[in-house]
Every structure is written in structure tokens, then in C-alpha cells.
């Protein structure tokens, strides 16, 4: 166990639970939303997450109310969802983006036309697009021709022109419908999607990991860390927070499975093909395959045969390099988790400065004027060492971003504590 505090005299107002894949979280937050205490503890798996939560929680009994205690969870690793629709760029960019703020990770975005579908399976597999208007033979016939034995999922949901609902669930009686977030205007605000993401990532954490058996109000309340992660981003946004942003911005929330990135739009690169959905101030992208514990083989394959690999290891190490190199190259180096987290960062941001991934815009990285890092990694990077991994994308006397660690989770605090309305 660890743990961190800040003015232990502070009256406590409630507290706050993040259940991580390896760690759980617990923080007494005070009247202005500020940590006084924080404590750590690595996932006892034996036991379960619901008795090790109740069991770090009773010490509190008297302290603050457990019936209003926050709680959050990445511990399922988020659903993976495939998205099929009328146009990628459209209707698949509004689709996406509220299956990421929701917290769940999308797999793909096709059209409806795909010939070829997809061999990876997803949890939910989601047809939509086009607005809700009557006239709509064009949509109506590649609807027709949709064939769902081309992929691979649990549950197939139908948010696309309400008009022709009826006759999906028709041909496929399983399916689920939601209303069509692009309702009958383009206005891409309507959460119909975040909502159906979000109650099916709670309730496959449920189902995965025991968390109904959580007393009182917990498991009722619970909601993704990713979701909280990026409210908290939006809180401090507005000025709301006790992290400042200043300009525009990046969070890289560095975990055990996943890095996930939370940018403010004007970093997306004019000329980019893949662009967020429009009517959004940030916008986020989840790397399912960039972690220090479960996603580590994958970051270590990723690093091996990166071709600025020696580049990347002189920026992060002291003294000899040549001897980790070749060991690296080799599949023979067994890395610190520091070096893990700052190759989390160095490989997160080469791949968003070139919008290498399904759906992810390509940055301009010489827009940035400040990083946030959060998450486990936060606890064994440093300023200077993430500021020397951004040297690397430095172009010409761009003037390097600011860098700020947020080694308290204050953004998770931000987050969690939040009552006012983040914009999808």
C-alpha cells in the first residue's frame, strides 16, 4: 500500500474509489473538492473486488457517509465496440466519439458496404447513420444489403434513421435500438449512444467482476474511469479545477492495459482525414495496446522495432545506451516500468502525430502548449524525462509545451466530484 495526503486536518466531505485492473484507489476529497488523503493498494484477486472495497472503505465508517461514496472502474479493460455505418467520417466519427467518452474502446469503423467485415470480436457491433427522415431509399437499400455474419459480437444495436428500425429488428430480431444521436438535424449532440455504451460497459463490469455485490448504492453508482478522466479534463477546461490548462492541450492517462488520449481539437492537423465529430471541444482516442502491465508485450514489440528506438532510449536513459539497444532489438531487455510509462508516451505520441490508428486524427504536435500525465505512470515519470521524449517531435523553434504531472489524480478527483454538465 501507498499513499499521499495533503492537509490531514481537513474536514472530509465524501470519498472516492477508482478500481483499476492491478490497483485501487481510495481518496477523502474535502469541501472544494480537494484530496486530503489518498491510499493505494494492489488488487487482491483472491479475495475480490467487492470485499477488498468494503474492507478499505470500513475504516471510514463515521468519517464520511458510504452511502455516498464515488466510485469508478477500468477493471473489465472497457468493452470493444464495432461500429457500421453510413459514413465513416460522419455518422461513424459522432458514433465513435460517444462510445469513447462512454469509456469503451472502439474496435473499428466500417460502412455499411465493407466487403469484407471483420474477424475481431466485439462486444457490441453498432449499425447506424443518417438522420431520422422518411425519404431515405439510399440508406434504406444499403441497410438491405447489410450482413451481419461478417462479424464477430455479443450484441448488435441499431442507432441509425428511426424510420427504418422496424424493418432491421425485422430482419434481425435481436437487435437493440437506440435512438439515431444525429436525430433529424446533423446535430451530433444527442448522447443516445454514450447512454447504451455507457449502461453496457457497467453492466459487463457487473457481470466480469462481481461488482454487484458491492453494498449499499456502490455498484448502482459506479461509472468508467474513462468517462470521469475526461470530465475532469473538461473541468479544468472551464477553469473549474485544481489542475490550470493553459492553451491547447493534451492528457495522456497512462495505465496497465491502456493509454488513453484526451486532446482539445485545435491540435488536429487541418489536412487530417479522420477529424472528432463536430460540435466537440475535446475529443478522446483509446490505445488498447499501450500498457506497462497487461499491454506490455505489445508496447515491447511496438519499441523493438520502432525505427527511432536508439533515439528514444538516449532521450529516457542515463549513461551507456548501445548494450540496452541491442538487447531491446533483441527481445532480451527487461525494461524498468519507468521506461515502460515513457514509452507509452513516446509511442502514443509518434502514432498521433502521424493519426496512425482506426479513426485517429492526425495532430500537429507543435500546437501543443501543455501535457498533463496522469494515471498509474504518473507516479514514476518526471518533467524534464517527458520533456525530453517530446524533444523528439520538436519541429524547427517550436517552443517545447509545458509539462504537468498529476501525480495526486487531482483530474480523477476533478472528474469524480463534478456536477456540471461535460458537453458530448
Same mark, same amino acid.
Given at each position: /500500500?501507498?499513499?499521499?495526503?495533503?492537509?490531514?486536518?481537513?474536514?472530509?466531505?465524501?470519498?472516492?474509489?477508482?478500481?483499476?485492473?492491478?490497483?485501487?484507489?481510495?481518496?477523502?476529497?474535502?469541501?472544494?473538492?480537494? @484530496?486530503?488523503?489518498?491510499?493505494?493498494?494492489?488488487?487482491?484477486?483472491?479475495?475480490?473486488? #467487492?470485499?477488498?472495497?468494503?474492507?478499505?472503505?470500513?475504516?471510514?465508517?463515521?468519517?464520511?457517509?458510504?452511502?455516498?461514496?464515488?466510485?469508478?472502474?477500468?477493471?473489465?479493460?472497457?468493452?470493444?465496440?464495432?461500429?457500421?455505418?453510413?459514413?465513416?467520417?460522419?455518422?461513424?466519427?459522432? /458514433?465513435?466519439?460517444?462510445?469513447?467518452?462512454?469509456?469503451?474502446?472502439?474496435?473499428?469503423?466500417?460502412?455499411? !458496404?465493407?466487403?469484407?467485415?471483420?474477424? !475481431?470480436?466485439?462486444?457490441?457491433?453498432? @449499425?447506424?447513420?443518417? +438522420?431520422?427522415?422518411?425519404?431515405?431509399?439510399?440508406?434504406?437499400?444499403?441497410?438491405?444489403?447489410?450482413?451481419?455474419?461478417?462479424?464477430?459480437?455479443?450484441?448488435?444495436?441499431?442507432?441509425?434513421?428511426?424510420?427504418?428500425?422496424?424493418?432491421?429488428?425485422?430482419?434481425?430480431?435481436?437487435?437493440?435500438?437506440?435512438?439515431?444521436?444525429?436525430?433529424?438535424?446533423?446535430?451530433?449532440?444527442?448522447?443516445?449512444?454514450?447512454? $447504451?455504451?455507457?449502461? $453496457?460497459?457497467?453492466?459487463?463490469?457487473?457481470?466480469?467482476? =462481481?461488482?454487484?455485490?458491492?453494498?449499499?448504492?456502490?455498484?448502482? &453508482?459506479?461509472?468508467?474511469?474513462? !468517462?470521469?478522466?475526461?470530465?475532469?479534463?473538461?473541468?479544468?477546461?472551464?477553469?473549474?479545477?485544481?489542475?490550470?490548462?493553459?492553451?491547447?492541450?493534451?492528457?495522456?492517462?497512462? &495505465?496497465?492495459?491502456?493509454?488513453?488520449?484526451?486532446?482539445?481539437?485545435?491540435?488536429?492537423?487541418? !489536412?487530417?482525414?479522420?477529424?472528432?465529430? #463536430?460540435?466537440?471541444?475535446?475529443?478522446?482516442?483509446?490505445?488498447?495496446?499501450?500498457?506497462?502491465? #497487461?499491454?506490455?508485450?505489445?508496447?515491447?514489440?511496438?519499441?523493438?522495432?520502432?525505427?527511432?528506438?536508439?533515439?528514444?532510449?538516449?532521450?529516457?536513459?542515463?549513461?551507456?545506451?548501445?548494450?540496452?539497444?541491442?538487447? /531491446?532489438?533483441?527481445?532480451?531487455?527487461?525494461?524498468?516500468?519507468?521506461?515502460?510509462?515513457?514509452?507509452?508516451?513516446?509511442?502514443?505520441?509518434?502514432?498521433?502525430?502521424?493519426?496512425?490508428?482506426?479513426?485517429?486524427? #492526425?495532430?500537429?504536435?507543435?500546437? +501543443?502548449?501543455?501535457?498533463?500525465?496522469?494515471?498509474?505512470?504518473?507516479?514514476?515519470?518526471?518533467?524534464?524525462?517527458?520533456?525530453?521524449?517530446?524533444?523528439?517531435?520538436?519541429?524547427?523553434?517550436?517552443?517545447?509545451?509545458?509539462?504537468?504531472?498529476?501525480? /495526486?489524480?487531482?483530474?480523477?478527483?476533478? =472528474?469524480?466530484?463534478?456536477?456540471?454538465? $461535460?458537453?458530448?
Amino acid at each position: /500500500m501507498t499513499s499521499t495526503s495533503s492537509s490531514p486536518s481537513a474536514q472530509a466531505r465524501r470519498a472516492a474509489v477508482d478500481i483499476g485492473s492491478t490497483v485501487v484507489k481510495v481518496a477523502l476529497v474535502d469541501n472544494r473538492d480537494q @484530496v486530503i488523503s489518498q491510499t493505494l493498494h494492489g488488487r487482491d484477486f483472491e479475495l475480490g473486488i #467487492a470485499k477488498q472495497v468494503m474492507g478499505l472503505l470500513a475504516p471510514l465508517q463515521g468519517v464520511v457517509d458510504l452511502e455516498r461514496v464515488l466510485v469508478c472502474s477500468s477493471a473489465n479493460g472497457g468493452l470493444r465496440v464495432g461500429i457500421v455505418c453510413l459514413s465513416q467520417h460522419f455518422s461513424g466519427a459522432t /458514433m465513435r466519439n460517444q462510445v469513447l467518452l462512454a469509456g469503451a474502446n472502439p474496435t473499428f469503423v466500417h460502412d455499411l !458496404e465493407e466487403p469484407a467485415g471483420s474477424l !475481431e470480436r466485439v462486444d457490441v457491433l453498432l @449499425v447506424g447513420g443518417g +438522420i431520422d427522415c422518411a425519404d431515405a431509399v439510399p440508406l434504406k437499400e444499403r441497410l438491405e444489403r447489410f450482413d451481419p455474419s461478417r462479424y464477430r459480437f455479443g450484441t448488435l444495436v441499431f442507432a441509425g434513421n428511426c424510420h427504418l428500425a422496424s424493418e432491421f429488428v425485422r430482419r434481425f430480431p435481436q437487435t437493440i435500438v437506440i435512438p439515431n444521436p444525429l436525430a433529424a438535424g446533423l446535430e451530433s449532440r444527442k448522447p443516445s449512444v454514450f447512454d $447504451a455504451i455507457r449502461r $453496457a460497459y457497467l453492466d459487463d463490469l457487473v457481470y466480469k467482476e =462481481g461488482v454487484s455485490e458491492l453494498g449499499g448504492t456502490l455498484a448502482s &453508482g459506479i461509472r468508467p474511469t474513462p !468517462e470521469i478522466v475526461s470530465r475532469g479534463f473538461q473541468r479544468a477546461l472551464v477553469q473549474s479545477s485544481g489542475i490550470d490548462v493553459s492553451g491547447a492541450c493534451v492528457v495522456l492517462d497512462i &495505465g496497465g492495459a491502456t493509454t488513453d488520449l484526451h486532446y482539445t481539437v485545435e491540435i488536429v492537423r487541418d !489536412e487530417s482525414e479522420a477529424k472528432p465529430a #463536430a460540435g466537440l471541444s475535446v475529443a478522446r482516442y483509446v490505445f488498447v495496446d499501450l500498457g506497462i502491465v #497487461a499491454s506490455r508485450d505489445s508496447l515491447l514489440l511496438q519499441l523493438r522495432t520502432h525505427p527511432r528506438l536508439y533515439e528514444f532510449l538516449k532521450s529516457v536513459l542515463d549513461g551507456e545506451v548501445e548494450e540496452p539497444y541491442r538487447l /531491446m532489438r533483441e527481445g532480451a531487455y527487461d525494461p524498468s516500468p519507468e521506461l515502460l510509462s515513457y514509452g507509452c508516451l513516446f509511442v502514443a505520441l509518434d502514432r498521433f502525430s502521424q493519426g496512425r490508428g482506426p479513426g485517429l486524427p #492526425a495532430g500537429d504536435l507543435g500546437r +501543443i502548449a501543455q501535457i498533463i500525465l496522469t494515471g498509474g505512470s504518473s507516479q514514476t515519470l518526471s518533467e524534464k524525462g517527458a520533456a525530453r521524449v517530446f524533444e523528439l517531435f520538436r519541429v524547427g523553434d517550436n517552443p517545447l509545451p509545458s509539462v504537468l504531472i498529476d501525480r /495526486m489524480y487531482q483530474l480523477w478527483i476533478d =472528474g469524480i466530484t463534478w456536477s456540471g454538465n $461535460a458537453s458530448l
